[in-house]
């Protein structure tokens, strides 16, 4: 078994894909209409790995948990292999990064948000 998608409540599929493509530069693998307002939207990263299905919030409950699915919490975590590029980029792209690069003991990480608030560690390992 793995892991292939991971379902993030949206609350405008094009707002979402164009962040997502157009900021983080994933690429947009799957757009299609469902119906009754509905689309199936997945997005993923440029190395590979799960995607994220871009779910548009529907009703009190899921639309109130749009850009906090984790109580605040860091959501995932988007691994590179050269931090300062992918940093650099997603800066001059307009991604609000919460705090200035940390050097840890497990590597390279800056805590990022996403257009709806949802947190995300960039993240570059060491070896």
Known sequence: MKLT???LLVSDYDHAI???VGKLGFSLTADTDQGAGKRWVVVTP???GSGLLLAKGSG???TAR???QTGGRVFLF???DD???DHARMSAAGVRFLEAP???PYGVVAVFEDLYGNRFDLIERKD
């Open 102 to 104: 940390r050097h840890e």
């Open 66 to 68: 749009i850009g906090d």
């Open 46 to 48: 440029p190395g590979g």
């Open 60 to 62: 009190s409950e899921q």
């Open 83 to 85: 931090f300062a590029r």
């Open 78 to 80: 988007l691994e590179t």
């Open 18 to 20: 164009a962040f997502y």
């Open 5 to 7: 998608l991971t379902a």
